[in-house]
C-alpha cells in the first residue's frame, strides 16, 4: 500500500509539472506568434519501451530555431527541430515523425537504448 501511495504522489506531481510546462510553452509560442514568427508545435504521441518523456510532452520551435518544452532530448530532439524548420519552410501543416530502434538512423538519433517514440508536428497560429 505504501508502494501504491508514493506512486500515485509521483503521478500528481508529474501531472503538475506537465501543467506548468505546458503553460510556459504556450505563453512562449503566444510571444513568438505575435512577433510574426511561424511556430510549430511538437508533441509525443506515442512511446514504447525506454523513452525520456512521457506521452503529451511538448516542445515549440520558432522559424529561427528557437526552442521551448523538451520531446525526448539528445539527438531526437535536435531531429525533431530540424524537421519543424523543414515543415515551415515547406509551409506544410502538420507531420507525424517516428524514431524506432529497427529504423536505420536509430543509432544516429540516440535511440540505441530500445526505445521509440512517435512525434505530431503542427503549424500554430
Known amino acids: 500500500m505504501k508502494f501504491q501511495r508514493s506512486y500515485q504522489i509521483n503521478l500528481e506531481k508529474q501531472k503538475v509539472w506537465q501543467l506548468l510546462n505546458d503553460t510556459k510553452i ?4 503566444n510571444d513568438w506568434i505575435k512577433a510574426n514568427q511561424k511556430v510549430v508545435l511538437a508533441t509525443v504521441i506515442q512511446t514504447w519501451g525506454s523513452s525520456p518523456r512521457q506521452v503529451g510532452s511538448r516542445m515549440i520551435v520558432n522559424e529561427n530555431g528557437d526552442l521551448s518544452g523538451s520531446v525526448s ?4 530532439e535536435s531531429a525533431v527541430v530540424r524537421e519543424c524548420i ?3 519552410k515547406d509551409n506544410k501543416p502538420f507531420k507525424k515523425i ?6 536505420e538512423s536509430a543509432w ?17 497560429s
Not at 504556450?26 to 509560442?29: E, G, I, N
Not at 532530448?73 to 531526437?76: A, I, L, Q, S
Not at 517516428?98 to 529504423?103: L, M, R
Open 73 to 76: 532530448g539528445g539527438c531526437v
Open 26 to 29: 504556450f505563453k512562449k509560442a
Open 86 to 88: 523543414g515543415i515551415i
Open 108 to 124: 544516429e538519433v540516440g535511440l540505441a537504448c530500445g526505445g521509440e517514440i512517435t512525434v505530431y508536428l503542427e503549424q500554430i
Open 98 to 103: 517516428e524514431f524506432k530502434v529497427s529504423n
